[in-house]
């Protein structure tokens, strides 16, 4: 049978030597114990829970090179040293990129280091040091539950973050108010839509963080009613990975969105789902992301805080605290194809074999083809009184594919013939009558042949609207047209006037067929954005009213 344990415990002692070379051990050092952030230039003690819970684990794992070694506990030791003088009285401590006195950044460490000091208590050899660092983590959940049940929070996701620091320290420390806390917060009731998401729909980030928040309470507070949001989520997140094994996050209200990320963190929720039901669908999500981390050389090395995204700490605890996640149900072969549509969320996503698409709506980015490994996005511009990017107001399925439309409308303000405060002009222009009034529709029909999408684009209503229909494209690559050879380099752009263009990167290649454009402004297009800074941008252009169909094809390398 295959061992999860002993494949995530390889993967991240490769970490350990990095971690402990980081540490400044010079007395003489005003840093001594600290570990300086690379990128930033200064320690930020909300990370140290990082390599605290690493090396508990690598000192207690059994096939651990670094079992028994004292110098992990030392360093541990050390940094939680480190961790308590960060903390204020009222047991808050700052997370200096950005909030000061801040209870949520305790909570974040409270968590994983809960789980290191239940293994500690599990595995206990009765050594000097393992006492050491048991007495300064309990001084730590001390003053850091008192700055918790005091403190508060700004988003959404942090108030389940808050729950399970609280209910681990209800548990830990004995103190019911801990517990009358997390109720507090609880009782909102839990931001988890009939599909899945969460208010941030962060899928490559915060539903991680809340999903591990809810199977922490559900457990210490013995409320496995919660799980079923879980078990939503990950649900929905299935169906959001895409065919080069990262998950869709464009429609993420959080800083993930259009990020590229990989759902390795994902792996523990569905481990513990799979053991906690029996479940072969989520035991063979998890056997998925296993493979996910192998076929992608999981270099955890490259992380360290840096990243932030993966982490294979975490699990490394559960394994040592609970032998029943190594008895997996068989999993299930997982496979994508077919379609989902939340109409609450606005998402459409359509898997077959190695491709994808994603149609959103109320977003700019509404369009997202991806063949394998390569990806093309789309927003569609115009000139319509500055109002920019076309953003569908909805999503229906047609005979032959799906349609997304908007409709808008805009004119002119009359005089009110009447004396009023010109502090007040904004707040009142809703009384003015209207004239002239304007209107602008665009309809997007997409049609699905195989590995090729065809795209009508129609925009009516006001005449001679400037606008423009923008191709994302990863930079580094070329592209070819009849007559044209050229570098698709990051910010920069070309606009196809007539014809076929293919764009070919190491990954893959699109072929965009029957392109048009009749002017040349693209990025100076007023309520539009310039091209991306990160990407190449293929544009087409005219004017209302418009009328085009084009056809893009993914191909392989």
């Known amino acids: 049978m295959r061992s999860h344990s002993e494949e995530i415990a390889k993967f991240a002692q490769g970490m350990t030597d990095k971690l402990l070379s980081m540490q400044n051990l010079n007395q003489e050092s005003p840093d001594y114990g600290k570990i300086i952030m690379p990128e930033k230039g200064y320690e930020e003690p909300g990370a140290y829970h990082i390599p605290i819970v690493h090396f508990v684990g690598q000192y207690y794992y059994p096939s651990s090179p670094y079992r028994g070694d004292e110098k992990l506990l030392k360093a541990a030791s050390l940094l939680i ?24 950044a305790v909570a974040f460490t409270f968590i994983p280091l809960a789980h290191a000091y239940r293994v500690i208590k599990k595995h206990d050899t009765g ?21 918790i049940v005091n403190g508060g929070f700004h988003t959404p996701n942090h108030r389940w973050v808050m729950a399970a620091a ?14 009358k806390e997390a109720m507090k917060y609880l009782n909102e009731g839990i931001d988890c839509d009939q599909e899945g998401e969460y208010i941030e729909r962060s899928s490559g980030v915060y539903d991680i963080a809340i999903n591990e928040s809810l199977i922490v309470v559900a457990q210490e507070l013995d409320m496995p009613e919660l799980l079923s949001h879980v078990v939503r989520n990950m649900r929905k997140n299935f169906t959001y990975f895409e065919p080069d094994g990262t998950i869709c996050t464009l429609n993420s209200r959080r800083y993930d969105n259009g990020l590229k990320y990989y759902p390795l963190r ?34 955890l090395v490259d992380y360290l805080f840096t990243g932030g995204k993966e982490d294979v700490h975490t699990p490394i605890l559960y394994f040592l605290l609970y032998d029943e996640l190594s008895d997996l149900v068989k999993p299930q072969k997982l496979t994508w194809d077919g379609q989902w549509y939340y ?44 109002q920019g990017y076309f953003t569908p107001q909805s999503i229906e399925e047609t005979e032959d594919g799906y349609r997304l439309k908007s409709i808008t409308q805009q004119g002119y303000y009359k005089p009110l013939n009447k004396k009023i405060d010109s502090s007040e002009f904004y707040n009142i222009r809703h009384t003015r009558e209207k004239t ?8 997007v029909d997409i049609q699905i042949a195989g590995s090729e999408i065809y795209v009508k684009v129609k925009m009516d209503g006001t005449k001679d609207v400037p ?44 072929k965009i067929s029957n392109c048009t454009a009749t002017h040349h402004n693209t990025g100076n297009m007023r309520g539009t954005a310039q091209e991306s800074a990160t990407q190449y941008t293929v544009y087409m252009t005219g004017f209302t009213p418009f009328d085009h169909t084009f056809k893009i094809c993914g191909g392989d390398i």
Do not use: W
Request: glycine share 8%.
């Open 266 to 299: 994902h792996y523990l929720n569905a481990l513990i789902l799979a053991v906690k039901f029996n479940d072969s669908f989520f035991a063979g999500m998890a056997e998925y992301i296993l493979d996910l981390m192998k076929q992608k050389e999981y270099k």
């Open 127 to 147: 050594t000097v040091v393992e006492k050491e660092v048991l007495t300064k983590m309990f001084e730590f959940f001390t003053l850091g539950a008192e700055g």
């Open 81 to 104: 040293d480190k961790l308590l003088d960060a903390m204020h009285e009222d047991g808050t401590m700052d997370l200096r990129e950005t909030n000061f006195h801040d209870a949520t």
């Open 467 to 510: 606008m423009k229909i923008e191709l994302m494209l990863d930079a580094g690559g070329i592209l070819e047209t009849e007559d044209t050879i050229m570098r698709g380099e990051k910010g920069t752009s070309a606009i196809i006037k007539n014809g076929d263009a293919v764009y070919t990167t190491s990954s893959g290649s699109f």
């Open 436 to 443: 002239q009034m304007q209107k602008h529709e665009t309809t």
């Open 343 to 386: 109409p609450i969320n606005g998402v459409l996503r359509y898997r077959h074999d190695d491709m994808s698409l994603t149609l959103l709506k109320e977003r700019e980015v509404f369009f997202k083809y991806q063949k394998k490994n390569t990806a093309l996005a789309m927003k569609i511009g115009s000139c319509f009184f500055g």
């Open 166 to 179: 609280l209910s681990l320290a209800y548990n830990i420390l004995g103190d019911n108010n801990y517990r």
